[in-house]
């Protein structure tokens, strides 16, 4: 069972603005898909093969959950980076919870079938100052 959702509006209002602020842990940036906001969640990301893995511990159906299975992706700030992730998809713990890195503990009121969201890097865009192969110097028209 997910926790209960008093805790929830009680961390959304009182914890989370204090963890983005202290800048330590991971912060989920989403769009929300009714105010069209911009909300910033201190999450634990759990990094699996080209992507992570989020445990939505007040269960699938939290707004942050909602948020980006509508938008279709979100911006991770880890480690002072931003990374573009897309494909939101919820899966089962049991499912993906090997590719986690090993001692990643489970939360209280997680379960084997318990839904959790992954999703995918995106390919990193080319540098626009870069010049693509070939294509040394400008061309003159004559």
Aim: hydrophobic share 35%; proline share 11%.
């Amino acid at each position: 069972m997910p926790m209960p959702r008093w805790l929830a509006k009680v961390n959304r209002r009182v914890f989370n603005p204090i963890e983005v602020r202290r800048g330590v842990r991971p912060v989920l940036i989403h769009v929300g898909r009714s105010s069209g906001t911009t909300y910033r969640t201190p999450l634990d990301a759990h990094p699996v093969e080209g992507g992570y893995v989020f445990i939505p511990n007040y269960g699938p159906g939290s707004d942050w959950v909602r948020n980006i299975l509508a938008a279709g992706s979100a911006r991770l700030r880890v480690e002072g980076e931003e990374l573009e992730l897309t494909s939101p998809r919820m899966v089962r713990k049991a499912d993906v919870w090997a590719t986690l890195p090993a001692g990643t503990k489970t939360p209280p009121g997680i379960k084997d079938d318990s839904e959790l969201l992954q999703m995918d890097r995106a390919p990193a865009e080319p540098d626009a100052t870069e010049v693509p192969p070939g294509r040394i110097g400008s061309a003159t028209r004559y």
